[in-house]
């Protein structure tokens, strides 16, 4: 086998262009794995980018959903004591109303209503003028009888009941659009 120097020109050229052929083989290789390394790296910045934009996401929703918990949690104890204050009240009505009744019932109390004595189409004949010895001085009142007197604070209770369980529904309302 001759020496590389004695080699004809043809083995020559192809061993050159094996010779360069490895060299770019070599050379693609290396720009290949540079380029595998940049882009790794750009793809871990990248996903590290990712997660912390999910981590920002994930900490504002948790702070908007302890947010809501906060407001939910106050308005039930808002809503809470407008009920146990609307509830007062409608007791204490409940108590009023029963005291009264008990003492119509008792004649303790007896109600009365003002007589209109310039009416004359009512043919009800009441002095305007209180009789002489009577304790009540100013218009004259007729006394109603203690089953109507209890009637009527029957309807007034209702009413009451009616009145204090509309002023809880508004409060509830309110509480709601605030």
Known sequence: MPAFGLMPLSYRAMAVVVLLAVVAGVAGTLAWQAQEWRFGRQLAEQARLHGEALNQLNLAAAARQ???????????QQLQASDQTH???????????SRLRDRLATADLRLSVLVDSADTASGCAVPATAATGALVHGAPRARLDPAHAQRIIGITDDGDQGLIALAACQDYVRALQR
Request: charged share 50%.
């Open 87 to 97: 509830h007062r009240a409608l007791t204490d009505a409940q108590r009023d109303q």
């Open 66 to 76: 302890r947010d809501e918990l906060d407001k939910r949690l106050a308005l039930e």
